[in-house]
């Protein structure tokens, strides 16, 4: 079962590799800053970031499951942090982030339960603030050219996949589960080179942002800009095309498995404790790439309609006077 538990995580920790305290500290860090992002997105989210949050949950779902190659026969996948904190800003960006990764554990089994707290802020909070504040300086330096938004958008991406793999070490060495002599340059290296990946997804996102909607990249605490029904199907039917690549993804262990795998821990990860969709699969489907779209479909469509709800909730009321 061990295949099958980390067979989709390049961050995504496995109960078992960190400890009990370790985890539930993990716990209380994501419940307090989740409630303070519920706070500090009330009355920020406008007309259009209501469905902008579901459109970016809903693409960050299905570009992770795109594992792509890189070198020594290792894998990684897009994270999203960065992305989504630098079109709707940081705290928007966890609770967009605190959905993906959550659904992603509840309903998939992709990563552990007891560790979720630690994957959502390793995934989520650090990738997006990181991600953020990165690109803020950057193009401020560079200026308010589209240029200066590609590049600013790369390395924002590349540090937030850093900052996020350190990170991991870290827990991991506090949990006895490896030095952090050893996990942290295992870590950084192939992090390194996903992160490329990441600053690349990023940066053409961005661009592509930048050539149909410039105004999303005008981020503002109550926007102008009112929703439009047709923009927001067309960006949810993105969401669901890329998942039709899934089956194709790079069957190459992700980092963290790479890195569990080389140094000798890879078995202390556990069994799930319930199985429904695991390892983004229908029980059902007798076709492997069948099952894999459908589940895919059934992840974007699940974490559209939460974020979107979620934005929903705390959007900015008109006015009564």
Not at 42 to 60: C, D, K, N, S, T
Not at 180 to 189: C, D, I, Q, S, T
Not at 210 to 218: E, I, K, N, S
Not at 261 to 286: C, M, N, R, S
Request: charged content about 10%; proline content about 6%.
């Amino acid at each position: 079962m061990i295949g099958s538990i980390l067979s989709a995580l390049p961050l995504h920790i496995p109960d078992g590799f960190l400890t009990a305290p370790v985890a539930l500290i993990g716990w209380l860090f994501v419940l307090l800053l989740i409630g303070w992002a519920l706070r500090q997105t009330r009355e920020q989210l406008g007309e259009r970031q209501v469905p902008l949050m579901g459109i970016l949950a809903a693409f960050i779902f299905a570009a992770q499951m795109l594992n792509f190659p890189v070198a020594g026969g290792t894998s990684g996948h897009m994270l999203g942090g960065a992305l989504s904190a630098i079109v709707l800003g940081p705290w928007a960006a966890v609770l967009i982030m605190t959905c993906v990764v959550a659904v992603q554990a509840l309903l998939f089994q992709d990563g552990g339960l007891l560790v979720l707290g630690w994957n959502i802020l390793n995934m989520g909070v650090l990738t997006a603030f990181t991600g953020y504040f990165v690109y803020q300086g950057a193009r401020k330096m560079l200026g308010n050219t589209r240029r200066a938004i590609l590049i600013a958008g790369f390395v924002g991406g590349w540090l937030s996949v850093m900052v996020g793999a350190i990170a991991t070490a870290v827990e991991l060495a506090v949990s006895r589960t490896s030095p952090l002599g050893v996990a942290l340059p295992a870590m950084a290296a192939v992090h390194s080179l996903i992160g490329i990946g990441e600053g690349l997804i990023t940066a053409a996102a961005l661009a592509f942002i930048a050539q149909t909607r410039p105004d999303l990249l005008r981020f503002s605490a109550r926007p102008p800009a009112t929703r439009s029904a047709g923009w927001v199907w067309g960006g949810l039917l993105i969401a669901l095309v890329v998942t039709l690549f899934s089956p194709w993804a790079s069957p190459s262990p992700d980092g963290l498995e790479r890195v569990a795998e080389d140094q000798g821990f890879l078995a202390k990860g556990l069994d799930p404790l319930y199985q429904i969709l695991p390892d983004y699969t229908v029980p059902l489907v007798k076709s492997e790439a069948g099952a894999t779209i459908l589940a895919g479909v059934v992840g974007v469509l699940l974490v559209f309609g939460i974020a979107y709800g979620v934005a929903w909730l705390r959007r900015a009321r008109p006015s009564s006077s």
